[in-house]
């Protein structure tokens, strides 16, 4: 499959995940979501355990996990407690800004560099995933912006994007020198060991398996393996900025999601940024 075809799978198992796992936050805090949602990743990835060898790894690869790692724990944390802390409306436009801290991070640790009309394609993918979520907002269109200053949440979402512009990275290094399903299984099995003291302070003893078994949450664990594979296997074949941008089609998906299944308003509005999205897509893929 071409890169363009995993990160769009990409963005649909994402958009699919976060439906189960919003639907799961109704009975289970946000930590224990975090971690029942990577664990029950594992069964996914480890279906595609049988069609890929265990390649041999070197000290790149060891490197830039041990660096991956508390820094992939920091950003789902604080991407936890920005949403818990201010509404979605202010905060979540500003992942979308991720693909334009790549070309930052990309072009110092990979040395690459995206083309002009790629570069106005990643401009336009983040502009229309900013304006997506705030078309019903009274704040307005500058307002999560506005907000850095008074909303903790918003100062918090826009440190999460910056790493995860950092683990992108280093996420395609790993995977660059072993595999994808490879550095998959490693990934889905190393965060919850780290991310499990979190719930099991914030979770009675009693409650946790309970919490971690819910079938919504089993669903999106699923869903969110195909969504490790189908990342890993687009981000070797091409730069990171362009892989990200589409893969935030994610928002378009969760729109119609919104629409139909939580019958959720402002659908048209909201086509604007749908717009500018995939405008930014064709520039990206066909210019």
Not at 97 to 119: N, Q, R
Not at 220 to 225: D, I, K
Not at 241 to 262: A, C, D, E, N, Q
Request: proline content about 6%; charged content about 10%.
């Amino acid at each position: 499959m071409t890169w363009v075809t995993y990160a769009l799978l990409c963005a649909f198992f994402l958009a699919t995940s976060d439906v189960f796992t919003k639907k799961a936050l109704r009975d289970v805090n946000e930590y224990t979501v975090c971690f029942g949602r990577i664990l029950w990743a594992i069964p996914c990835v480890a279906l595609a355990l049988p069609f890929s060898t265990i390649p041999p790894v070197d000290s790149t690869f060891w490197f830039s996990f041990i660096l991956l790692i508390p820094i992939e724990i920091t950003a789902v944390i604080l991407y936890t407690r920005a949403i818990k802390l201010s509404p979605l409306s202010i905060t979540t436009p500003f992942l979308g800004l991720t693909p334009l801290f790549l070309i930052v991070t990309a072009y110092l640790l990979l040395g690459e560099k995206p083309d002009a009309s790629g570069m106005c394609g990643i401009v336009l993918v983040a502009l229309g995933a900013y304006s997506l979520n705030i078309r019903q907002s009274k704040v307005g269109f500058l307002g999560p912006l506005k907000a850095i200053a008074h909303e903790r949440g918003s100062l918090l979402m826009v440190i999460t994007a910056v790493l995860y512009s950092i683990t992108s990275v280093l996420g395609k290094i790993c995977t660059q020198h072993s595999s994808p399903v490879f550095f998959s299984m490693i990934y889905v099995i190393t965060l919850p060991v780290f991310l499990f003291p979190f719930v099991y302070g914030k979770t009675s003893q009693k409650h946790i398996v309970p919490s971690c078994t819910n079938p919504f949450l089993i669903v999106a664990g699923l869903f969110y393996g195909g969504m490790v594979i189908c990342h890993l296997s687009g981000i070797v074949l091409v730069e990171v900025p362009y892989m990200l941008s589409v893969k935030r089609t994610s928002l378009l998906f969760s729109i119609l999601y919104g629409r139909f299944l939580f019958h959720e308003t402002g659908f048209t509005e909201r086509l604007a940024g749908g717009v500018l999205m995939l405008a930014g897509i064709v520039l990206i893929t066909i210019v």
